[in-house]
Structures are given as C-alpha cells and as structure tokens.
C-alpha cells in the first residue's frame, strides 16, 4: 500500500530565508507525486507534479522539488520565503495503472513566515 | 471558467439529521472524490467515483452516502450514524494518475 509521511507538522522560517518541506512515500511501484498548498478555509492549489522524466520539477510560486528514488523523498523547497508562502501544504502519491486508486495524503506541514 | 463548485460554504446540522453536501464541476474530468479534512489529521478520503453510476468507498466511509447519477454532479450526504460529523469537507475532481486534482473551496460542517 502506499504512504506518505510529511516530516515536521510544522515548519518556521525568516522572510528571506530558504524553505524546505520533507516529505517521503512508500510505494511498490513507480510513483506520481504531487504538493498542494491550503490557505485558511480554501481548497488545495497544485503547486507542482512529478510524474515522469526530469526529477528537478519547478512549479509555481518559486517553489520546486526534487524526486530522489533511492531515498523514496520528494522534498519541496523554495530559496527565498516570503510572507505570501504561509500557508499549509501537502505531499500527495497516486499509482499508475492501479485503477480507481485516488491520491493519498500526509498530514500535512504547517509553513510560517516571520518578518 | 471551469472549476468545481461546493454548496453550502457552512453547514450546520442537528443531531440525528441527514445533510447533503453538493458538489459540481464543469472540468469534464470523469473522476470525483470527497475528503474529509481534520486539524493535523490531513485529508482522508471518504468515497471516489471513476465513473458514472460507480463509486467506491474510502478509508473512512462508514455513515457517509453518495450518488453519481451524472458526470458533473457527486452530492455527499452526513447521515446520522457518522458520530463525529464536525468537519471541512473538500470535493476533488481529476484526470487521474498523473492531472492531479483540482479542489472545490470546500463546506464547513457543524453539528449544533
């Protein structure tokens, strides 16, 4: 079965300073990743994917992750934190070629900014 | 502009009562999904539907009900055995496995 672990539910930063966001899967097979980010009483907004190809993926908002197979990680990160970036954010796995598998979730990672 | 749109934004139910929680999307995506999201629990997933009059259940189905009679449309109804009900509930739609999702803003659900 797949899983995901965010590490740290919850993360405080400097404006200015460099994000980072751990997150590490359990899958059998190749995974798809996914980062959302949750502001206050909204939905989730994709930040960015992994599905194939290049691991380096760059999504929006300046923020970008890489995926690493030999440590099952997909960190997100971003090099300077604005007051913006508040907000939670999750690290999601779906499988291919697993019919009618929907994403699943961690808990999540509480992201602070001070000024 | 296509996008998924929830109903009500805040909810609150009496004890004993069925609610029914509307969820439309315009996106033409054939799979749909309810979560339920408690503070540090994340989102856990209560039923998903691939496909028109098929639905399975989630990690956390027991006293939730669903329907998917038409491809825009995934009501999700609280029934009175759900004992803890208070909750955000999100509605997804996808082009799953490699779309990701795209999210409704969510009901706030309160049992008063």
């Known amino acids: 079965a797949q899983s995901v672990t965010q590490l740290g539910s919850h993360v405080s930063v400097s404006e200015g300073a460099l994000v980072l966001l751990r997150c590490n899967y359990s899958s059998s097979v190749p995974p798809y990743l996914f980062w959302y980010v949750q502001y206050p009483n909204q939905g989730l907004q994709l930040l960015l994917k992994?599905?194939?190809?290049?691991?380096l993926v760059k999504g929006i908002n300046g923020f970008e992750a890489e995926f690493k197979k030999s440590e099952t990680s997909f960190h997100l990160t971003k090099p300077s934190a604005h007051m913006s970036d508040a907000a939670e954010y999750f690290c999601?796995?779906?499988?291919?070629?697993?019919?009618?598998?929907?994403?699943?979730f961690g808990k999540g990672t509480t992201l602070s900014v001070s000024s | 502009d296509g996008g998924i749109t929830q109903s009500p934004k805040y909810l609150f139910r009496k004890e004993g009562q069925n609610v029914t929680l509307s969820c439309e999307q315009n996106l033409n995506h054939d799979a749909m999904y309810w979560y339920r999201q408690d503070p540090g629990q994340g989102l856990r997933l209560i039923y998903y539907?691939?496909?028109?009059?098929?639905?399975q259940k989630g990690d956390i189905a027991e006293g939730y009900s669903v329907s998917r009679e038409k491809k825009e449309s995934f009501p999700l109804t609280v029934t009175s055995a759900q004992k803890n009900p208070t909750a955000f509930y999100l509605c997804a739609s996808s082009t799953l496995p490699e779309g990701g999702y795209t999210f409704g803003s969510g009901t706030r659900l309160t049992v008063v």
């Open positions: 999601a796995v779906s499988v291919l070629n697993q019919a009618g598998t929907a994403l699943i």
């Open positions: 539907s691939q496909i028109v009059n098929d639905f």
């Open positions: 992994y599905t194939t190809g290049a691991t």
